[in-house]
């Protein structure tokens, strides 16, 4: 017996801009740690890099809603010279996805791409030129964002990082 749900064809899930207040945030931190913790196996980030990193204005969040309106996912970016100051020239034109989790039990049905696509939206909205992100190697993901962003990818290398082998890509929005 499969753990995983078959979506109906005409399921409609939504994808919406949070913007951070201290309500907005006490209405989502739960269901936020919950995907964090299952999507990750218990090693995601804490409340304390989420609220930090959801209570900075230049974030972009995404919230990814099922078709009964339950949080599944999300996915952020912030510009690059948050986490590497010395990029501070790069602050309006390049942004990295800091964090993409969905449910294990929502993931692979390309939800990835709805949730991402809405993030690459706002950045082009507000000019950003490029997006960095590092994606997980061993299980498929890095390969996947590598087919999905074929012709935009500016650079592509290999890493090791705390989370185990990762991707990293500059991709051009």
Known sequence: MSLVKELPS???FTTELFQFTPQNWDSIEQDLLRIEDLAF???GY???IFRKDFARPEAIIVI???PDHKIIGYSYALPV???EPEREDEKNETANIDSTAILPEFQGKGLVGTLVGRVEDE???RHFKFLEREAAAYN???DSIQKH???RILDSHDIESKYGPQRFFRISL
């Open 10 to 12: 005409n399921a409609q």
């Open 64 to 66: 990814l809603r099922s």
């Open 46 to 48: 804490s409340e304390e």
């Open 149 to 151: 962003y074929q012709g």
């Open 81 to 83: 010279n948050i986490e």
């Open 41 to 43: 196996e218990g090693k």
């Open 140 to 142: 498929g993901y890095a």
């Open 123 to 125: 950045l082009r909205k």
